[in-house]
């Protein structure tokens, strides 16, 4: 009995609904099948956002700060959307439809911008190169057609980013030694398998879309997501499947509505007379942080529910102590939830107004002119050598000299935002300096497609800088969202995470909106103008240097705030034992 019971995964079933074989399910075949898709995913959403301005200004010809902003609000709308994923993830569909759901959904989004841009009568015609240089923008059908297809996309990559990384740790169980270690190297190859697929997006097939055609490069996307969409359904019965506790964000709301609903309620003599049902391993000490939500674990009248003869708690009028202390954990990450979105405003001009600035520059190597979206291989470069030095190099000597195994999540968020700083000083001096060779090179320059006499490296600063600070930073969120948050809601502190970098993107286009108007974008002038060459993106980039400033010193604020050390879990609060009279009779 005991060698039967060893064979299955105890919190996993297969796809028949019975306990999971680990000898038949789960492991590295299901795992490479997930990662597998995952790269398509990020070879699709990467390959189209890097150059997607380039499109919006030379073939849609809308103005350079909408073009920035359509792509911007596309982004953030991608990983927003992964907060709706995961509630129908974590409540109705679980983590295999929704991953199947949504990869289909993207790919019915890819497919249909390959027919948008392929069809002449889907895009306006070619600008009128006469002295009038009269460009006709895109009608409202056009436009309305492009965005259904990016709005498909996005759709399909907020579902599919909000399980791919879950469903794949689903296939090893955590309780055995072997595969907890095969775990970590998951997630390690899961981010080697992002890069791989952002390197491929911005080489690969911004090359394709520069040079063959870009309803070519749409269709690869949409031919490699269907095929990564049947070989992940081939590993069905491979794959091992959890059930979930429920939404996090229905538990959330439980304990608000609670607590307000017993707002008028007094708090008992002592903590010890607040509700508790959870095991005593597993529960997490009182604090008194936020202490209106306490009034939630007051029992009194009406909490429970009748039905015949057996009466259940209701969770909407009576939460346990355990239950509110993981909503306040989840309150005390919203301070650098918050300092850390400027960030993403910051990244979001390096995919969008640097590119632009790229295609004014020269781009020519002997015979061979780089695309000017593909600039951004210097980015991911610059992510990829910051991971690399950090873990060869920063990590052994400081276990050498300070006896610690790297820096705090903290710290490499600190570390993150000062580089994001430093690159929009760098993206300022160069814009500065692009912008005094179109001045030289006079009117010639405002033509769309004129190349200024300066080289497209003058860039890669910005690029490497801001690179570097996403390596940082992005490690250090990750980190500090999931250590710092209860056990039950690491998937939504997954997606609060992913939503810095939507609110950041969002923020991006509100930026560019109200600088534009507030400097005379309104009549294609101003600092955002409708031809870079006539504007001073450098005062652009300036101000976000400056704000970045201010927020650093607010996050600084924030982290000293933040008690180092989290509530402790299996801990007695004070000398009572957390448990409800009921429970305690009842045993």
Not at 354 to 372: D, L
Not at 551 to 564: D, E
Request: hydrophobic share 45%; proline share 3%; aromatic share 10%.
């Amino acid at each position: 009995m005991e060698g039967k019971m060893s064979r299955t995964v105890a919190d996993a079933v297969d796809c028949k609904g019975f306990p999971a074989d680990r000898s038949s399910t789960g492991g590295w075949v299901p795992a490479a099948l997930i990662l597998v898709i995952e790269i398509c995913e990020r070879l699709s959403t990467m390959g189209i956002a890097v150059n997607l301005v380039t499109y919006l200004g030379g073939t849609m010809h809308l103005p350079s700060a909408e073009s920035a902003n359509v792509v911007s609000d596309f982004l953030g709308t991608s990983f927003l959307l992964c907060l709706l994923g995961g509630f129908l993830a974590d409540s109705f569909l679980g983590r295999y439809l929704t991953v199947a759901i949504f990869a289909l959904v993207q790919a019915l989004g890819t497919g249909m911008l390959t027919v948008s841009t392929s069809l002449p009568r889907l895009r306006p015609p070619p600008c009128n190169t006469s002295a009038t240089n009269r460009c006709q923008r895109a009608s409202g059908f056009q436009m309305g057609i492009l965005y259904l297809s990016l709005y498909l996309i996005a759709l399909g990559t907020g579902g599919l980013k909000s399980s791919v990384s879950g469903f794949g740790t689903d296939q090893f169980d955590e309780k055995d030694e072997k595969e907890k270690s095969q775990m970590a190297h998951f997630f390690n190859r899961f981010f080697f398998f992002i890069s791989i697929g952002s390197l491929l997006a911005v080489t690969v097939l911004v090359y394709i879309q520069d040079e063959v055609g870009r309803s070519w490069a749409y269709g690869i996307c949409c031919i490699s997501m269907l095929l990564a969409v049947i070989l992940f359904l081939c590993g069905t019965k491979r794959y091992r499947y959890k059930k979930s506790s429920g939404s996090p964000i229905v538990h959330i709301l439980q304990v608000i509505v609670a607590a307000f609903s017993k707002r008028q309620l007094k708090y008992p003599a002592t903590i010890a007379f607040f509700y508790e049902d959870s095991p005593e391993i597993s529960r997490i000490q009182h604090t008194d942080q936020f202490r209106f939500l306490d009034k939630a674990a007051i029992m009194a009248e009406g909490d429970n529910d009748v039905q015949g003869e057996t009466s259940t708690v209701n969770p909407w009028r009576l939460c346990s102590v355990t239950r509110i202390e993981e909503v306040k954990m989840m309150i005390r990450l919203l301070p650098v939830w918050a300092t850390t979105i400027m960030f993403w405003t910051v990244y979001a001009q390096i995919i969008t107004f640097s590119v632009e600035q790229a295609t004014t520059m020269e781009r020519s190597i002997g015979s061979f002119q780089i695309p000017a979206g593909s600039l951004t291989v210097f980015f991911v470069g610059a992510i990829m050598v910051t991971l690399a030095i950090y873990d060869r190099a920063i990590m052994p000597l400081m276990k050498k000299w300070k006896g610690k195994q790297g820096f705090t999540n903290l710290q490499r968020i600190g570390i993150g935002l000062a580089f994001s700083i430093i690159g929009m000083a760098a993206a300022a001096v160069a814009e500065a300096k692009r912008l005094s060779v179109a001045r030289r090179a006079g009117e010639g320059a405002a033509l769309r497609g004129a190349t200024l006499p300066i080289s497209v490296f003058t860039l890669i600063p910005q690029f490497f800088l801001v690179g570097a600070g996403e390596a940082f930073l992005y490690t250090g969120q990750l980190d500090f969202f999931i250590t710092r948050s209860p056990k039950g809601m690491k998937t939504m502190s997954t997606g609060l995470f992913l939503t810095t970098l939507s609110f950041g993107f969002f923020l991006s286009s509100f930026m560019v909106s109200v600088v534009r108007d507030v400097t005379g974008g309104k009549n294609g002038q101003g600092w955002l103008a409708d031809n870079i060459n006539y504007g001073r993106l450098d005062c652009f980039y300036g101000l976000l240097a400056a704000l970045s400033t201010l927020n650093m010193g607010a996050f600084l604020v924030c982290a000293r705030w933040i008690k180092q050390e989290s509530p402790k879990q299996g801990l007695q609060m004070g000398s009572a034992t957390l448990k409800s009279p009921s429970m305690e009779d009842s045993c």
